[in-house]
């Protein structure tokens, strides 16, 4: 299990309070989001077979999950029969030293990559620069993060927390360039200038991969901006570092994942860049491919039978756009390369429950998620699942219960019972009685005060329903 | 709009009358037992009825969950049919208990589940000679559960549009969550009320006089929200709503 780089081991609620008060952020989120969800919602409604789409990409990816030893072992020998080069890594560390020492063994010292968020898992740009390699993102939104020194907060949009005048601003200061405008064109112009000359000077490319089609042994990444293209045409070396979750079986079964994935993520009916390429062709593009399949903690996601429909996902982000707790609080607060509401699943199951035990909680659980997900991933369903984990793992690890533990436990047993359960009631409706003031609790005490912060707590009612039931002299 | 049962109307229904009746807020199980006795079904309510465990199970103790499920199980198969006035709790008898119980249990849960409705849902199915008026504007916002897990959306709407008067003005986004969450509320309050402070600006823009559900969970919440930050937002739950355009009963 890997350490993600550059966040803050801070559980969700501390910083989702600090995010909730930059208005800034929330100006730019919400527009960003409410934006591509109307773009999203059109183009999802002009197919009229959309829900068999969604549980055709579900059945495929269980199917891959199911025989996943067999599909990669059949990846492995089609892109070695290519002429690619298939590497294993069980963890980030192995993968960032395979691809560290590919480059470094070519004797060069940058590298062009491909927005990838499994190399952002592994940390590689901060492991290649450990050995001594400059990786330069192309992807635009990838280019700002990196430039300012910042962490992606969404998995397609990594810099949606960043406004037009903030992006001039970080380029003023960052890029070759003297006067520029917050005009879109002009921002593009100016990024374009500068990864221009990084596409014609790097000789190895990185990518992540979209799919693997196992019986061809093709490798397809999906893009908008065309520097994916440039970044794996270009250069002589490609590396490829896939999660051993985006195996599909033919590619027949693309027919399915490129219709789900561009109305899902960017609300396109297609996506501009469409890059495929199976092992090495003479004399035209890369001469060396390297596949990395990496695991870092999918196995053991794919042992949990509830937790295992996670790896379904396509990345597409559609649960963060529509997430209303996403929305208020941005990526950052997920404290991870995944945000949001696949974030809150993904996030606690690669790093451990440990790790990242508030993310689970991070949800209402209102289920919009679940709605969009074209791969029909279950979120509130896994999220339920895990926080009976973190409640296990709490209890595995504290010599005495916690008051949480204590109380639901309580709970329990109060309500097993009618007798307990209205002498409960008595005893609470007394309790609110003694901190209410003309009618009304501005603040309730113990670890029931967070419901107090800008909302009063509701008083018990002077007649329980019980009491006007009995008094009425209704039937039992 | 969800058919349950055979169609025909119940002599007699148990009212579910949730948890959140007892300790919080009366008034919709109130309301309900007196539109369903004006509808002409008997109502009794289970005494030793309790919880349904959804909190519990929401919040990461699934066993505590499944052995309130297997009693809420018990008591509530002897019936002929059962109401509830929240689309959460109902929605935990149909969509949780039979993910979270095994075997019998399981079968008997479902079987219940057949003749276990939402209020609304009830009063849609049964209700259409019920005379009701009542001059208002209200916004329905839509409990995510009920939603979503009830998969309940149209039920509410018909119950509305029955009386007469009323006027239904939809928010841009009635299906977007409050942001109660059950023990989310408490854990990330500042989140909770923000989100809730975005429904209330909704439900104020459409004009409504008041913001209407079928979850004393979500009013509370925002009734508190409203409270507290000085708005003027009036909620009332789906069935105080209809309670109140019930025609006296000389005129019925």
């Given at each position: 299990m890997s350490a993600e780089v550059g966040f803050r081991p801070e559980p969700f609620p501390v910083a989702a309070r600090t995010a909730l008060a930059d208005a800034q952020l929330r100006r730019n989120l919400g527009k960003a989001t409410t934006t591509i969800r109307a773009k999203r919602a059109q183009v999802v409604g002009e197919l009229d077979d959309w829900e068999a789409l969604r549980e055709a990409g579900r059945a495929l990816k269980e199917r891959v999950l199911r025989h996943l030893d067999d599909y990669l072992e059949q990846l492995e020998e089609s892109v070695t029969q290519a002429g690619g080069h298939v590497h294993w890594a069980r963890d980030a560390a192995e993968a960032n030293r395979i691809v560290a020492e590919i480059v470094t063994g070519h004797g060069e010292r940058e590298v062009v990559k491909v927005k990838s968020l499994t190399t952002d898992e592994t940390g590689l740009n901060e492991a290649l620069a450990a050995a001594g390699v400059s990786a330069w993102e192309t992807d635009l939104a990838e280019l700002i993060v990196q430039l300012g020194r910042d962490a992606s907060s969404h998995i397609l949009v990594p810099a949606i927390h960043k406004s037009r005048a903030e992006i001039r601003e970080l380029f003023l200061r960052t890029l070759d360039v003297d006067e520029l405008t917050d005009e879109p064109t002009e921002l593009a112009g100016a990024a374009r200038a500068h990864l221009r000359r990084k596409f014609l000077s790097a000789r190895v490319g990185v990518s992540g991969v979209n799919f693997a089609l196992a019986d061809s042994g093709t490798v397809c990444v999906v893009e908008s901006e065309g520097n994916g293209r440039m970044c794996v045409t270009l250069p002589d070396v490609l590396v490829s570092v896939m999660?051993?979750?985006?195996?599909?079986?033919?590619?027949?079964d693309l027919e399915v994942f490129l219709q789900l994935l561009p109305r899902s993520s960017t609300g396109e009916r297609m996506n501009p860049y469409t890059s495929f390429w199976t092992g090495v062709a003479d004399g035209d593009g890369p001469q060396e491919f390297h596949l990395v399949l990496l695991d870092n903690g999918r196995t053991d996601v794919l042992a949990d039978r509830i937790g295992r429909q996670t790896l379904n996902c396509i990345r597409c982000s559609a649960c963060l756009n529509v997430c209303p707790v996403y929305e208020r609080t941005?990526?950052?607060?997920?404290?991870?390369v995944y945000p949001g509401p696949i974030g809150a699943i993904l996030t606690p199951q690669l790093q451990g429950i440990d790790r990242a035990g508030s993310l689970p909680f991070a949800s209402t659980l209102c289920g919009a998620c679940y709605e969009v997900c074209p791969v029909k991933i279950d979120i509130p369903e896994v999220l339920v699942h895990l926080r009976a984990r973190v409640v296990e793992h709490a209890a595995g690890t504290r010599p005495v219960p916690g008051p949480e533990a204590l109380s639901m436990r309580a709970l329990g047993w109060v309500f097993a019972d009618r007798r307990r359960y209205e002498a409960a009631q008595r005893a609470a409706r007394a309790g609110s009685v003694t901190i209410s003031r003309h009618g009304r609790i501005r603040r309730l005490p113990g670890p029931l005060a967070a419901w107090t912060e800008g909302r009063d707590a509701p008083t018990v009612a002077r007649q329980s329903f019980r009491q006007w039931w009995a008094a009425r002299g209704g039937a039992r | 709009m969800a058919q349950r049962g055979d169609g025909r109307r119940p002599t007699s229904v148990a009212l579910f009358a949730t948890c959140v009746a007892d300790f919080a807020s009366p008034g919709p199980a109130r309301a309900a037992v007196e539109v369903l006795e004006r509808l002409g079904v008997r109502v009794v309510v289970p005494a030793a009825q309790t919880c349904c465990g959804q909190p519990a199970l929401n919040s990461g103790y699934p066993r505590e969950a499944r052995s309130l499920a297997r009693r809420w199980v018990r008591l509530f198969e002897p019936y002929e049919a059962v109401v509830g006035p929240s689309g959460s709790c109902v929605a935990t008898v149909h969509h949780h208990y039979p993910r979270i119980l095994t075997g019998p249990w399981r079968d008997r849960a479902r079987a219940v589940a057949e003749r276990t409705w939402e209020f609304t849902q009830f009063v849609a199915a049964f209700g259409g000679d019920l005379p009701l008026r009542l001059d208002t504007t209200v916004t329905y916002h839509d409990s995510c559960h009920m939603l979503r897990?009830?998969?309940?959306?149209e039920a509410p709407r018909a119950v509305l549009s029955r009386i007469d008067g009323l006027r239904l003005v939809e928010m841009a986004d009635p299906d977007t969550c409050c942001g109660f969450g059950g023990t989310f509320s408490a854990k990330l309050g500042e989140v909770s009320g923000a989100m809730g402070g975005a429904k209330l600006r909704q439900a104020a823009d459409t004009g409504a006089r008041e913001l209407v559900s079928a979850d004393s969970g979500c009013l509370l919440h925002l009734q508190a929200r409203a409270d507290a930050t000085g708005g003027s937002a009036r909620t009332r739950h789906i069935a105080e709503l209809v309670r109140d355009a019930m025609q006296p009963e000389a005129s019925a």
């Open positions: 999660g051993i979750e985006k195996v599909v079986p033919t590619w027949r941005g990526g950052h607060a997920y404290r991870s | 897990s009830l998969g309940e959306a």
